[in-house]
């Protein structure tokens, strides 16, 4: 198999997700990450949907579902750190954490990621609101 250029591939992506911000999520956290784009455990998943007159890749799309499977059967040399981020690629892109949290107001959403950064040590949890006592 020949490996696809990540920055190609990247940028059919890319394209291939435009208007689905789920997707659109998931592969930015690709390709923000690097390493998956490189693997070829990956890019056997992805299908390439149109193609230049160069071959340069114009579309392509990860199979969530094949991803899935690699990720569950840990299919790849990498650290906890790489499948983690797989991971959350993955339920990005199927909805499973806009399932979660998909319904919440702007607010909420912050409140949730933010507990998420503190979880990792990314930042402080936000104080408690005060209580109002009368």
Not at 2 to 7: E, K, N, Q, V, W
Not at 13 to 34: K, P, S
Not at 106 to 114: K, P
Request: hydrophobic share 45%.
């Amino acid at each position: 198999m020949t490996l696809l250029d990540p920055d190609l591939l990247a940028a059919a992506l890319r394209r291939c997700a435009q208007g689905d911000r789920a997707r659109e999520a998931a592969v930015a956290l690709l390709v923000a990450h690097r390493r998956w784009l490189r693997a070829p455990e990956l890019q056997r998943e992805v299908k390439i949907l149109r193609s230049y007159e160069d071959g340069t890749p114009e579309l392509a799309a990860v199979c969530w579902d094949a991803a899935r499977q690699l990720y569950t059967d840990r299919a790849a040399p990498c650290s906890g750190s790489e499948w983690a981020v797989l991971g959350v690629a993955i339920d990005l892109a199927t909805g499973a954490l806009y399932d979660a949290a998909g319904s919440c107001d702007t607010h909420n959403t912050a409140l949730i990621t933010g507990a998420v950064a503190a979880a990792f040590g990314i930042r402080d949890l936000p104080p408690a609101p005060k209580e109002n006592r009368q």
